[in-house]
């Protein structure tokens, strides 16, 4: 998962791209990049670390230009801890192209040593970032031929760049001279949407709120497929570029990984969460009776809104039971499983009077690894709780994501290949109840009737795109272990950030 923006301007754009970033830091807090661009040169600074960070004085004056790109990540694929791997990447030919992406390439390792044996390009990382590159320069020096750069070369390039790779990928990229195209795949599974501000400014972005929170209208969602091409002028050009686009986005960014002020695809992403909290209250009834029921708490942050719905549905009183420490930082540097319940606690403190004499209902986004649950309803337990119950807005999590998501492989996943009871004792809860599948789909796909369905591969192991069988699941979990840093730990369930932190 990683956030992504692009802007075509009449003035300088380093000052603008660096706050977008920081409207879309829930998306990525391991490093961040921006590029610009001057005439025909290009300026670039990347580096890990949050966005605050990474750009100082002395590095925000060295990005002029009036259009460019930038970068937030939380690494997917490749190697989490090498700086070379931050993005953008750049490729000097043809014209100078400079790109970055949100998702992850399934056939990346195919892509690899395709661009070696046949297209003579040379892939220096594990970045499947650097095989997109590297995939989109080839196919746009096949299709100019070194005549002049026309919108319908960028289109048949982005055409032949969804014929070649299979995945998830929202991207946008610079042209060196030329202007900026952005693109998403042919099943629109990561969200990117467009916008423009005063002056002519055209900007596109990861979310929505990117644009509302830098002064730009959203004017509609990149569709599935679609290429973008802006000049330098501003002028935009489109085109469908895929033979049978599929609108079908992942829904886990409307369950957790987008922030609830953003519409992706037509929905809003509070509206949706305030569905899954309706459809989670019949599943509470049919499970414990609402009477032995004495409050509704939320785990924060973005389980807040379905478990508001959920209390008051019920008529169940809605309390705040927990307080996050905002400044604590992410817990990584941690020796071991042993310190994780340590740094729970350290996140996250309980009111106790909430808690005391009360059989309590706990609302969470959805479990994971159950390691962060468990230690939850202990902590509820210690506070005087008489029972705890514990609900999900979202179905069990039984499967790898492997469309950009770092969801822990199939063993690490608490549902794996357990029942519902299993998991419960596991967590140490008196009842544990779980959104279903149809009911998630239907409380969020009812928003936009246009769409063609989702991507819930995770709880339901279904892949949209239909290239992953059993071998490419044991694949990637293979290249997943050993990309862990032994001295780091993630308190979080899917070792992300909240997009409430950032």
């Known amino acids: 998962m990683c956030g992504i923006v692009g802007v075509v301007s009449q003035g300088p754009v380093n000052q603008l791209i660096y706050d977008a970033l920081l409207l879309l830091q829930h998306r990525g807090q391991d490093a961040a990049g921006i590029v610009t661009q001057q005439g025909r040169k290009v300026y670039m600074h990347k580096a890990k670390g949050m966005v605050r960070d990474v750009f100082r004085t002395r590095n925000m004056r060295a990005l002029p230009g009036n259009l460019g790109l930038g970068q937030v990540r939380y690494p997917t694929a490749g190697n989490a801890f090498s700086e070379e791997e931050a993005q953008p990447f750049y490729v000097n030919a043809p014209f100078g192209i400079t790109l970055?992406?949100?998702?992850?390439?399934?056939?990346?390792?195919?892509?690899?040593?395709?661009?070696?044996?046949?297209?003579?390009?040379?892939?220096?990382?594990?970045?499947?970032?650097?095989?997109?590159?590297?995939v989109f320069a080839h196919e746009l020096e096949r299709t100019t031929r070194g005549l002049p750069l026309a919108p319908h070369d960028v289109f048949a390039a982005v055409a032949n760049v969804h014929r070649r790779v299979r995945g998830s990928y929202a991207v946008v990229a610079l042209i060196a001279g030329h202007g900026m195209v952005a693109f998403r795949d042919p099943f629109g599974i990561r969200p990117l949407c467009i916008g423009k501000g005063a002056g002519g400014t055209v900007m596109v972005a990861s979310e929505s709120v990117t644009l509302e929170g830098t002064g730009h209208s959203l004017e509609r969602n990149v569709a599935p497929g679609e290429a973008v091409f802006i000049d330098l002028q501003g002028k935009v050009h489109t085109a469908q570029c895929a033979q049978d686009p599929k609108l079908a986005p992942c829904i886990f960014e409307f369950v957790y990984l987008a922030r609830p002020d953003s519409v992706l695809d037509g929905i809003s992403v509070y509206q949706a969460r305030l569905n899954l909290g309706e459809t989670l209250a019949k599943r509470v009834i049919s499970t414990v009776p609402p009477n032995e029921i004495d409050v509704v708490i939320p785990i924060p942050e973005s389980s807040r809104p379905s478990a508001m719905q959920l209390a008051q549905l019920l008529g169940i009183p809605y309390r705040e039971g927990f307080v996050k420490n905002r400044y604590v930082g992410r817990t990584f540097i941690m020796p071991g499983q042993s310190v994780r319940k340590k740094s729970v606690r350290q996140k996250l403190n309980v009111i106790q009077s909430e808690f005391k004499g009360r059989n309590v209902l706990l609302v969470d986004?959805?479990?994971?690894?159950?390691?962060?649950?468990?230690?939850?309803?202990?902590?509820?337990?210690?506070?005087?709780?008489?029972?705890?119950?514990?609900?999900?807005?979202?179905?069990?999590?039984?499967?790898?994501?492997?469309?950009?998501?770092?969801?822990?492989?199939a063993t690490e996943l608490v549902a794996h290949g357990r029942t519902v009871e299993e998991v419960r004792e596991i967590i140490g809860c008196d009842a544990l109840i779980y959104q279903d599948v149809e009911g998630m789909k239907n409380a969020i796909g009812k928003l936009n009737p246009r769409l063609d369905g989702f991507d819930a591969s995770c709880f339901d192991g279904v892949y949209v795109t239909g290239d992953i069988n059993p071998e490419d699941i044991a694949r990637i979990n293979e290249a997943r272990i050993g990309q862990e840093d032994p001295l780091e730990e993630s308190a979080s369930r899917l070792s992300i950030p909240n997009p409430q932190e950032a």
Do not use: C, W
């Open 100 to 134: 970055a992406h949100n998702g992850n390439l399934t056939n990346a390792q195919a892509l690899k040593a395709e661009l070696f044996s046949t297209d003579h390009r040379h892939i220096n990382t594990e970045s499947d970032t650097e095989v997109l590159v590297n």
């Open 365 to 409: 986004d959805s479990i994971v690894r159950g390691t962060t649950s468990r230690e939850i309803v202990q902590m509820a337990r210690d506070a005087g709780a008489r029972k705890v119950y514990m609900a999900s807005a979202a179905p069990p999590v039984r499967f790898p994501n492997v469309y950009g998501i770092d969801m822990p492989t």
